[in-house]
């Protein structure tokens, strides 16, 4: 799994009406695990940076599809 998809069970009480759901993912991004930019990053090149959104490759995040199942 990739470090940026974390995932936590549900409680679930024996008077609850509905069926929960058992696993809910999120998202960290990963400015979290580095919150101040070093110097001397790897780069994307300018093409694939407008691509993904973000010129330093340890920044990017991709957004997973919504029917995606993740465990």
């Not at 069970?9 to 070093?38: A, H, M, R, W």
């Amino acid at each position: 799994m990739n470090q940026q998809f974390k995932t936590y069970e549900v409680y679930s009480g024996p008077f609850d009406p509905c069926p929960p759901k058992i696993l809910y993912t999120f998202v960290i991004p990963p400015n979290v695990y580095s919150p101040i930019q070093p110097y001397g990053l790897p780069q994307f090149p300018p093409r694939e940076a407008l691509h993904h959104g973000t010129l330093w490759p340890a920044y990017y995040s991709p957004y997973p599809q919504p029917a995606e199942k993740r465990m």
